[in-house]
């Protein structure tokens, strides 16, 4: 495999976003806006709906809508990444039998389309609180932070999720499972705090990290530190797996398909 | 300085049955020991290229004849790097760049322009960089009108003529055809054959799997018959065709 430098993979995936984005705006007038419609109308209805349901476990919680908003965008982020990594191969066959984008880039493509919704998603959340409040909580160097961390672990999560998916064809099935269910494993609709004496149980969920880290200081309040040190830890974890599986798996890749 | 070298390369595809291919199966069988379901010849390997031996020299021009399945595309993509051999060494010196005819490589969704820029990107040239050459490319291969088509709707003619512009104008000092001349007219053939016999590096290297003598004559220097996978003679360009010219070319 023709192996380019990290830098020009980079500025070439950066550039594939970008005229992606561009065609999109062509394509219909509002372009990535119209992902963002339906994710704020999703937030919408969950959020009356369950809302409604878990009325007297909210309780005195000030925002329940932007606790949903901010965990349901980490949410669609990462699981829209690994849906789109899964089925790589498919619609990406040539490229990947011909091996001129180099492998990084395929997967790339899907993750900073996703990152740029997911960032549309918060700074449109920002906006909106702010028109309904009058009042800025967001808490600016944390919440940047979560976001590079989480678009660090998304990352590598989907390179290894699109190199395994080309590998072993049931494998995008299994996965499509785990994120369903994992929704509702996860603390979005609901506050850790509803299990009762059972909440340490969402420490073993690695997606309450990444949703933590992101959704605190997006509501005005620094994460503990343990969650910076776990998230970093999935992060360091999932960068030396994804590059073992890499360095390992990509000269094969093209015998796979 | 650039140069080829294969050394007892052997390429061989794995083709995997429907248990080797589940994650559920190789999952159980990792925590119990046995499968579940019956693993004898699941994998088979089929051997594309067996023990090619041969080296090409700076300013080489290459053509490679053979009949269909005996291997020239695996050959090449050997040759270009695009595949490493399952076994023995190839070396290759060099920017290789591979005009094969299983889709070119590109994102479909993507204009002609943007694809010739992105393309620049991947090559570590800067935006004003690529910007000229997108206008030589245009300009050299008469592709302006389709400037802002997208690949899936272009003719597979343009996409030919778009990889060897890429090749050519992006320095690209090793290229390879794989039996992708059917999609260019005469005009492209002799756009082509004028800028490897002017522009093009005198140290480059050019292999062509092709049927038609028309195209071969007037190029190569040197030509190989592949037979089954194996090399089966090679040498000067008019002693092959002499000896096999009428077997494997029109």
Redesign the interface.
């Known amino acids: 495999?023709?192996d380019?430098?990290l830098k020009?993979?980079l500025?070439?995936s950066v550039?594939?976003t970008w005229?992606?984005i561009r065609?999109g705006f062509t394509r219909n007038r509002l372009g990535t806006l119209w992902n963002s419609l339906g994710h704020f109308a999703a937030v919408g209805l969950l959020g009356v709906f369950f809302g409604s349901i878990l009325k007297e476990d909210i309780g005195s919680h000030p925002n329940y809508l932007a606790f949903l908003a901010t965990g349901l965008f980490v949410w669609i982020f990462l699981s829209q990444s690994i849906n789109e990594s899964c089925s790589l191969f498919v619609t990406n066959?040539?490229?990947l039998?011909?091996?001129?984008?180099?492998f990084v880039?395929l997967v790339l493509?899907p993750v900073l389309h996703n990152l740029l919704i997911f960032i549309q998603n918060i700074v449109l959340g920002i906006i909106f609180y702010f028109t309904f409040t009058g009042k800025f909580i967001s808490i600016f160097w944390p919440l940047i932070f979560g976001i590079v961390i989480v678009f660090g672990i998304v990352l590598c999560l989907c390179m290894v999720l699109a190199i395994?998916c080309i590998?072993?064809?049931?494998?995008p099935q299994?996965v499509s499972g785990v994120i369903h269910v994992g929704f509702f494993l996860t603390p979005i609709i609901w506050m850790e705090h509803f299990l009762g004496r059972y909440s340490y149980l969402v420490d073993f969920n690695p997606a309450y990290y990444l949703i933590s880290i992101v959704r605190e200081p997006a509501l005005g309040s620094m994460p503990n530190p343990a969650m910076w040190l776990i998230s970093s830890a999935i992060l360091a974890f999932g960068a030396v797996l994804a590059a073992y599986i890499y360095a390992r798996t990509v000269?094969k890749i093209?015998?796979?398909l | 300085m650039t140069s080829i070298n294969l050394n007892w390369a052997t390429d061989s595809?794995?083709f995997?049955g429907v248990w080797n291919?589940?994650?559920?199966q190789?999952f159980v069988q990792a925590l119990t020991g046995e499968g579940l379901q019956d693993q004898q010849g699941d994998k088979q390997l089929i051997e594309a290229i067996s023990d090619i031996t041969m080296q090409l020299a700076p300013g080489d021009k290459l053509a490679i004849l053979g009949d269909n399945g005996v291997g020239k595309t695996t050959l090449l993509?050997v040759m270009?790097?695009?595949?490493?051999p399952s076994s023995g060494i190839a070396h290759i010196d060099g920017t290789?760049m591979?005009i094969?005819d299983?889709?070119?490589?590109?994102?479909?969704?993507?204009?002609l322009s943007?694809t010739i820029?992105?393309y620049g990107?991947?090559?570590?040239k800067t935006l004003s960089e690529t910007c000229r050459t997108e206008n030589a490319i245009l300009d050299y291969f008469s592709l302006s009108p389709f400037a802002n088509r997208q690949i899936r709707i272009l003719p597979p003619g343009c996409l030919f003529r778009l990889c060897t512009g890429l090749a050519f104008f992006y320095d690209a000092n090793i290229i390879l055809f794989d039996e992708v001349f059917d999609a260019a007219g005469p005009e492209t053939l002799e756009k082509i054959k004028n800028y490897i016999a002017r522009e093009f590096p005198a140290d480059g290297i050019i292999a062509v799997a092709e049927r038609s003598r028309a195209i071969l004559t007037g190029l190569c220097n040197k030509a190989l018959v592949l037979e089954d996978g194996r090399l089966m003679d090679i040498g000067e360009f008019d002693a092959i065709m002499a000896k096999h010219g009428d077997k494997y070319t029109l």
């Open positions: 495999m023709i380019p430098k020009n993979t500025r070439f550039y594939v005229t992606d065609n066959a040539p490229s039998r011909h091996t001129a984008q180099p880039a493509k395994g590998r072993f064809r049931d494998l299994l000269q093209p015998y796979w | 595809f794995p995997y291919r589940s994650f559920k190789r993509r270009s790097g695009l595949l490493k290789p591979a094969l299983i889709g070119f490589g590109f994102d479909p969704s993507m204009t943007h820029t992105a990107l991947l090559r570590g």
